[in-house]
């Protein structure tokens, strides 16, 4: 985009997409339509814009060669009538677009009436990508990320209903929804389809299947149109579908004995890869890290045969606000902000931005606000839901200091515990497929004390089970007035007691960092192994250097040593205030793009607690938050010597780091 400050060039290309939105767009004559289309005459002046597609048909294709309808309807001594009957009919199996208007009628959302079912922009763009898949007779796999409503979801149901009607025969739907309820109401807009249909096209008629009355049977088409929930999924587990509409599976929780993905797997695996078979999945964004966020993430990355489709609030037609003039118009421009300036280089346009301003103004509505009701992108849409525990915009400037690992490993010695486990032997050895995560080694060379620490979030044995998280913390910087810089991650899932020796290994390594190990895991008897605080008591004879909550004038007074760091609901949310703090401000260098991925999944949840959105971990994020905390408890870290490496250190790795 051109500078704003080019106010006139803004002007231009404003108005350039101000026309290109303002072009014709008629179903009846096919023209403005976003699929590919060919003229198709009706007579010597008049004529009309059919899809490509629709040429494949014979009778479309003999009329074409004798140039329109009226010469070959004389040609061949039709009925002129009844031959522009007979075309309508093919057009309307291969013009989508033309029978929604045409034939298919739904409720206007304001005046209430039923009104013909024209297509709007967004839905026009959803529907370039099914008929893209319909008409190359690849499989229609689409995943949909809807913002607000503009009918993305009417047009699913419609489009199904199409192919069942015009298509195939014997080709069962189902849709399914968080509720019945919900499933219901969509179903709903196949009832109003049938009651307002033109009989002489298609009289639709319903009956109940086998008895049921959620299942309906479409009379003379052979399709059965069922219906379930992710709340009672049973009765859909077995139902011979090709074609599926997944409605608000954001909404979708998993409970005992019920997952989303074993739900949506199961209709899937019915469902064969077939060309005009479908399977829609849509939601709005209902937070980060649950099962269609990942989904939607899947479909991005290519590892998915589903496209994922998203419409901007700027792409919807009705939130837009015309200028009186020029003058006005220039003016605004002088005035935009650099997020307005960001939505004008995306494609907005100036109306629709002037929309936005006034409307975050009169509803007081802050950025996160907005995000969540009007998404520009789809990372907003996902991360502007949820109850996050840290903005998103917090997490996102973060991650510019992330970086893929300079070293991967694992720490090698002659024994796994004791002695032996932390002797001269105890060496760092590069394996690709390592647990041991660095952005830099110790430094053997400057003789700094309170340098690194080393803080663990312990987890359990099994694979399923919560993963054992180490974290390297080096706080050089703080000498400089700088901040803390994770250096190291190391995720791995291990027995308690070999666990909490692994990350005494790690602390030997960094120079005898300070080893703060989260101790709730180790108080809990009966949880793979009773250890309790034995394996603390046990390593505190060979490793000294462990942190303590214990008050050290208790200590003097002969209270026992308390080793470790608890986690109450207290300091729990003492944790996360503190990790806030730190996020916004920049407050330490986060090097490990894994540890920004949990805290952007980090939630509060209904009752007040804090934890990781289901189906996601927190052991990074909680491994960092107790190492920071403790961080800030230690003395400053110092030079015990002087040292002329200090001055390059400084400007070295201070410099690259924070500024």
Avoid at 462 to 475: G, N, T
Avoid at 510 to 518: D, M, P, S
Avoid at 536 to 562: C, F, H, S, W
Avoid at 569 to 591: C, H, P, W
Wanted: with cysteine.
């Amino acid at each position: 985009m051109r500078s704003v400050t080019d106010a006139d060039a803004v002007l231009e290309e404003n108005k350039r997409r101000t026309r290109l939105r303002g072009m014709l767009y008629n179903p009846y004559t096919g023209e403005g339509s976003p699929v590919a289309r060919k003229k198709f005459f009706l007579d010597e002046e008049s004529a009309m814009w059919l899809p490509v597609k629709a040429f494949d048909d014979l009778l479309v294709k003999d009329i074409s060669r004798c140039g329109n309808i009226r010469s070959y309807a004389f040609k061949q001594g039709i009925d002129y009538p009844l031959l522009v009957k007979e075309v309508i009919r093919v057009r309307i199996r291969y013009d989508f677009e033309y029978w929604c208007a045409a034939c298919v009628k739904i409720q206007d959302k304001l005046s209430k009436r039923m009104v013909p079912f024209i297509l709007r922009a967004p839905q026009l763009k959803l529907l370039k990508v099914m008929l893209d898949d319909l008409w190359a007779e690849r499989p229609v796999r689409v995943i949909l990320l809807k913002a607000r409503q503009w009918g993305g979801s009417t047009l699913v149901q419609v489009f199904m209903a199409w192919i069942q009607l015009f298509h195939r025969t014997s080709w069962h739907s189902v849709i399914v929804a968080d509720t019945e309820d919900q499933a219901r109401n969509i179903r709903g807009m196949y009832s109003r389809l049938a009651q307002y249909h033109p009989t002489e096209i298609f009289d639709i008629r319903f009956r109940n299947f086998e008895g049921s009355q959620k299942n309906k049977w479409i009379t003379g088409r052979e399709c059965v149109i069922y219906m379930g929930s992710m709340q009672k999924p049973d009765s859909i587990r077995s139902a011979d579908v090709m074609m599926a509409h997944l409605s608000e599976t954001g909404l979708w929780k998993a409970t005992e004995g019920k997952k989303p993905e074993d739900l949506v797997q199961s209709i899937a695996g019915t469902v064969p890869l077939e060309p005009y078979s479908v399977i829609v999945m849509e939601s709005t964004a209902k937070g980060v890290g649950n099962f269609f966020h990942r989904e939607w993430n899947k479909a991005v990355s290519g590892e998915s045969g589903y496209t994922p489709v998203f419409v901007a609030w700027w792409e919807i037609d009705m939130y837009s606000l015309s200028f009186p003039d020029d003058s006005a118009c220039l003016e605004f421009i002088r005035s935009m902000n650099e997020q307005e300036r960001y939505f004008f280089s995306l494609g907005a346009t100036l109306e629709a931005i002037q929309w936005y301003r006034l409307k975050k103004h009169t509803d007081s509505y802050d950025d996160w606000r907005m995000g969540c009701e009007f998404p520009t992108t789809p990372q907003e849409a996902f991360q502007s839901t949820g109850n996050r525990a840290h903005a998103p915009v917090y997490i996102q400037r973060m991650r510019r200091y992330c970086k893929p690992p300079l070293y991967k490993g694992e720490l090698f010695a002659g024994q796994k515990t004791g002695a032996g486990a932390i002797d001269d032997t105890l060496s760092f050895q590069d394996i690709p497929e390592g647990s041991v995560w660095l952005w830099a080694k110790p430094d053997k060379e400057l003789p700094v004390k309170y340098r690194y620490v080393v803080s663990m979030d312990i987890g359990g044995r099994s694979d399923r089970a919560d993963w054992s998280v180490l974290s390297v913390i080096d706080r050089y910087c703080l000498m400089e007035g700088g901040v803390e810089e994770c250096i190291g991650t190391v995720r791995f899932h291990l027995d308690q007691d070999l666990a909490v020796w692994k990350a005494v290994q790690l602390a030997r390594y960094f120079n005898n960092a300070l080893l703060v190990v989260e101790a709730n895991s180790l108080n809990r008897k009966g949880t793979e192994g009773d250890h309790t605080l034995t394996i603390m008591d046990e390593i505190k004879g060979y490793y000294d250097n462990l942190y303590y909550r214990t008050d050290p004038q208790k200590i003097v007074e002969g209270a026992p040593v308390r080793y470790g760091f608890f986690t109450s609901a207290a300091s729990k949310t003492d944790l996360v205030n503190q990790m806030n703090i730190r996020f916004r401000e920049e407050g330490y260098i986060e090097r490990d793009v894994r540890a920004l991925d949990e805290a952007d999944h980090y939630e509060m949840k209904n009752d007040g607690s804090f934890g990781a959105v289901d189906g996601e971990h927190d052991d990074i994020y909680m491994s960092r938050a107790i190492g920071l905390k403790a961080s800030r408890q230690m003395p400053l870290p110092f030079l015990t010597e002087p040292h002329p490496l200090h001055i390059y250190k400084n400007n070295g790795v201070c410099k690259e780091s924070f500024f």
